[in-house]
């Protein structure tokens, strides 16, 4: 079981940047497929990136494709998203989560989940 801790969250202007770390006690990550998910107050949990732990593969959601890239540091035992060109429509709260094999967008086939992080993109 990998318990996660995400940091990197706050308040920043639109077309702003941050970066969301995920990191990992009690398991090595390299094991792990890393999601990343993000809650927006009403709506449902969307997933946006994720990365196998084999090959490096990683996925991103249409929405975030070319302004948000997931990466994993193994050696710091993190997952990292960078988030550039932010909007205000980012505004959600950022969950990582952790799967054993193949990465998957679907939050239910993840099994251990960090405590999230608040990102608020408002002028």
């Known amino acids: 079981q990998a318990r996660l801790v995400e940091s990197g969250g706050g308040l920043v202007q639109p077309g702003g940047s941050l970066r969301l770390s995920c990191a990992a006690s009690?398991?090595?990550?390299?094991?792990?497929?890393i999601g990343w998910f993000r809650q927006a107050p009403g709506k449902g949990r969307e997933g946006i990136a994720c990365i196998s732990p084999i090959d490096g593969s990683t996925y991103h959601v249409p929405s975030v494709k070319g302004r948000f890239t997931i990466a994993r540091d193994n050696a710091k035992n993190t997952v990292y998203l960078e988030m550039n060109s932010l909007k205000p429509e980012d505004t959600a709260v950022y969950y990582c989560?952790?799967?054993?094999?193949?990465?998957?967008?679907?939050?239910?086939?993840?099994?251990?989940w960090g405590q999230g992080a608040q990102v608020t993109v408002s002028s």
């Open positions: 009690g398991s090595t990550l390299d094991d792990y497929a």
């Open positions: 989560a952790a799967k054993v094999g193949y990465y998957s967008s679907s939050a239910a086939a993840y099994d251990d």
